[in-house]
């Protein structure tokens, strides 16, 4: 391992935020120094994932483990690639692969996350949901502060389900247009959904019901984005806007399943789940009806009978969980070792122009380009310094993106700021060109014409520049 000549200026395990440069000098983050000025002080290098870089392009861009991770692991690793790709089955295949259901929306982990990239919306209105699920809720918290699932049919609509069973309903997504212009006149169009229900099983969905789209989110880095100090996170924040630049970035704290208590929530769109291990969990039961050792009850409402029925006929015939620990957790540690792409193109000079302006214009306020991760976690992540483009924080984005669903601390207008690193290799991981949360956005610029909020101030600088200069900051955005 090369992180071995560690200066650690204070003993205090909370300071103990270091930075490495390419594995070799460590510097240290001075814990008595605003923690954004540093990071942001830290030069882009093309390594996005630090050492566990990868430099695949491609269909299987974001499939490699982690190059410097421990040789002992990729045995797991593929094998938790395999958990990943399968297909879970109903039937008796093969007992360790069944128990698929009662209701679901997708039997393989990959169907939503095509090559371990992003989902889309459907493509035509009316078409069924391929990698994009919706969330429900009514007003209200759940016994965790999360979002109050709606009677009869829980907190997701799982528009499938296994034979003998009624699927919950069919969800049907419309689309308003929006014209507008750029600064120099040229005219674009953006597009919005409205979420309508079809096919409900167990009657009308309530007046007060509140819906999410949801995209499928890709699934690089993340062993990293868990490895970033909880008290980094909370040393971005500026709830008040104390600094005064316009963004109040705050942590959502939110039910960390595994460790029995509230903490900082950092995957999801809203950064409503605290940790990978949760995420999948979570997944496996909500998108496909697998039971882990995690949630080990699988979601059927008192009033879906059938549901529960046949949730307790396959109990007794595949056992429990259907998912063992034998495959869920080469499952989750697959999860947090894939690696990062490498950035390209960093010597043209249009993309260090572009990086020049996202510094320039402010998408770094909440786009923090670098962050450093802790000890506490896999070797191969100890004390990385990385490129995610995100401080995990939620923002206000404004009425335009708002689904006016809650989901813990985060508001009906807040979302995480995405991640960027990969952005680029989209289209060629997943075949699809859609972005933000719903997947409303048909390109790059039509994501960030969406920023408002805290982000609007920064969306009209962008949508103000010439067009050599927007040329630019895509340029930047797709070497990411
Ligand atoms: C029905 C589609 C669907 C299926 C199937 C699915 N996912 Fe996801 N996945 C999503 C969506 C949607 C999100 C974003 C969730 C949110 O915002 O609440 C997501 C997010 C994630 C994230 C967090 C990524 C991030 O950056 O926040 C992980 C990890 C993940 N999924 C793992 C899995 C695993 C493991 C499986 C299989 C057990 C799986 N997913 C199956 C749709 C799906
Ligand atoms: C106030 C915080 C904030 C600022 C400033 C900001 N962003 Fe964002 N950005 C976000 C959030 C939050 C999201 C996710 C929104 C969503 O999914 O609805 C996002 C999403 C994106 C996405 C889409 C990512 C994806 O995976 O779908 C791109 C591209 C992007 N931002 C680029 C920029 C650029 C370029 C700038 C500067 C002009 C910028 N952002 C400024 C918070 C911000």
Same mark, same amino acid.
């Given at each position: 391992?090369?992180?071995?000549?560690?200066?650690?200026?204070?003993?205090?395990?909370?300071?103990?935020?270091?930075?490495?440069?390419?594995?070799?000098?460590?510097?240290?983050? %001075?814990?008595?120094?605003?923690?954004?000025?540093?990071?942001?002080?830290?030069?882009?290098?093309?390594?996005?994932?630090?050492?566990?870089?990868?430099?695949?392009?491609?269909?299987?861009?974001?499939?490699?483990?982690?190059?410097?991770?421990?040789?002992?692991?990729?045995?797991?690793?593929?094998?938790?690639?395999?958990?990943?790709?399968?297909?879970? %089955?109903?039937?008796?295949?093969?007992?360790?692969? %069944?128990?698929?259901?009662?209701?679901? !929306?997708?039997?393989?982990?990959?169907?939503?996350?095509?090559?371990?990239?992003?989902?889309?919306?459907?493509?035509?209105?009316?078409?069924?949901?391929?990698?994009?699920?919706?969330?429900?809720?009514?007003?209200?918290?759940?016994?965790?502060?999360?979002? !109050?699932?709606?009677?009869?049919?829980?907190?997701?609509?799982?528009?499938?389900?296994?034979?003998?069973?009624?699927?919950?309903?069919?969800?049907?997504?419309?689309?308003?247009?929006?014209?507008?212009?750029?600064?120099?006149?040229?005219?674009?169009?953006?597009?919005?959904?409205?979420?309508?229900?079809?096919?409900?099983?167990?009657?009308?969905?309530?007046?007060?019901?509140?819906?999410?789209?949801?995209?499928?989110?890709?699934?690089?880095?993340?062993?990293?984005?868990?490895?970033?100090?909880?008290?980094?996170?909370?040393?971005?924040?500026?709830?008040?806007?104390?600094?005064?630049?316009?963004?109040?970035?705050?942590? !959502?704290?939110?039910?960390?399943?595994?460790?029995?208590?509230?903490?900082?929530?950092?995957?999801?769109?809203?950064?409503?789940?605290?940790?990978?291990?949760?995420?999948?969990?979570?997944?496996?039961?909500?998108?496909?009806?697998?039971?882990?050792?995690?949630?080990?009850?699988?979601?059927?409402?008192?009033?879906?009978? %059938?549901?529960?029925?046949?949730?307790?006929?396959?109990?007794?015939?595949?056992?429990?969980?259907?998912?063992?620990?034998?495959?869920?957790?080469?499952?989750?540690?697959?999860?947090?070792?894939?690696?990062?792409?490498?950035?390209?193109?960093?010597?043209?000079?249009?993309?260090?122009?572009?990086?020049?302006?996202?510094?320039?214009?402010?998408?770094?306020?909440?786009?923090?380009?670098?962050?450093?991760?802790?000890?506490?976690?896999?070797?191969?992540?100890?004390?990385?310094?990385?490129?995610?483009?995100?401080?995990?924080?939620?923002?206000?984005?404004?009425?335009?993106?708002?689904?006016?669903?809650?989901?813990?601390?985060?508001?009906?207008?807040?979302?995480?700021?995405?991640?960027?690193?990969?952005?680029?290799?989209?289209?060629?991981?997943?075949?699809?060109?859609?972005?933000? !949360?719903?997947?409303?956005?048909?390109?790059?610029?039509?994501?960030?014409?969406?920023?408002?909020?805290?982000?609007?101030?920064?969306?009209?600088?962008?949508?103000?520049?010439?067009?050599?200069?927007?040329?630019?900051?895509?340029?930047?955005?797709?070497?990411?």
């Amino acid at each position: 391992m090369m992180f071995r000549n560690l200066t650690i200026l204070s003993a205090s395990a909370a300071a103990m935020l270091l930075l490495f440069s390419s594995g070799a000098s460590a510097a240290a983050i %001075d814990p008595d120094k605003d923690l954004r000025e540093q990071l942001l002080a830290i030069p882009l290098t093309p390594n996005l994932g630090g050492d566990t870089t990868v430099d695949t392009v491609g269909p299987r861009a974001f499939r490699s483990i982690a190059p410097n991770a421990d040789n002992d692991l990729v045995f797991d690793f593929l094998f938790g690639q395999r958990m990943f790709d399968v297909v879970w %089955d109903h039937y008796i295949i093969s007992p360790a692969l %069944d128990g698929l259901g009662p209701l679901f !929306n997708r039997t393989a982990c990959r169907e939503c996350h095509e090559g371990n990239g992003r989902g889309q919306p459907p493509e035509s209105v009316g078409a069924p949901m391929k990698s994009i699920l919706i969330r429900l809720s009514v007003p209200g918290q759940d016994q965790h502060g999360g979002p !109050n699932p709606v009677p009869k049919y829980g907190d997701q609509l799982q528009d499938r389900a296994v034979p003998g069973v009624q699927p919950e309903g069919q969800a049907i997504m419309e689309w308003e247009e929006i014209e507008g212009s750029y600064g120099d006149g040229t005219p674009y169009t953006l597009r919005k959904p409205t979420v309508k229900f079809t096919n409900l099983a167990y009657g009308d969905m309530p007046e007060d019901l509140m819906t999410s789209p949801r995209v499928a989110a890709p699934v690089i880095g993340l062993g990293l984005l868990q490895s970033i100090p909880e008290e980094n996170l909370y040393a971005l924040a500026d709830p008040d806007d104390a600094n005064g630049d316009g963004i109040s970035g705050r942590v !959502n704290i939110a039910w960390d399943a595994v460790n029995k208590k509230m903490a900082t929530g950092r995957f999801g769109w809203k950064a409503n789940v605290p940790t990978v291990h949760h995420q999948s969990a979570g997944a496996a039961l909500g998108d496909m009806g697998m039971t882990t050792a995690l949630f080990k009850t699988n979601l059927c409402e008192p009033v879906q009978k %059938d549901c529960i029925a046949m949730a307790n006929s396959m109990a007794a015939s595949v056992g429990s969980p259907e998912i063992v620990p034998e495959m869920f957790d080469p499952l989750v540690g697959y999860m947090m070792l894939i690696g990062v792409p490498q950035q390209r193109d960093a010597d043209n000079p249009a993309v260090q122009r572009g990086e020049q302006l996202f510094h320039g214009i402010g998408c770094t306020g909440c786009h923090m380009p670098t962050q450093v991760a802790g000890d506490d976690t896999l070797p191969a992540l100890q004390g990385q310094v990385f490129h995610p483009f995100t401080d995990l924080l939620v923002h206000d984005m404004g009425e335009g993106l708002a689904d006016n669903r809650p989901d813990f601390g985060a508001s009906g207008s807040e979302w995480r700021t995405a991640p960027l690193w990969g952005i680029g290799l989209t289209y060629e991981v997943c075949l699809c060109n859609f972005y933000l !949360n719903d997947g409303r956005a048909r390109s790059i610029s039509e994501a960030i014409l969406w920023h408002g909020g805290e982000a609007e101030s920064r969306k009209e600088v962008f949508r103000n520049l010439g067009k050599d200069q927007r040329d630019d900051l895509l340029a930047f955005l797709g070497s990411l």
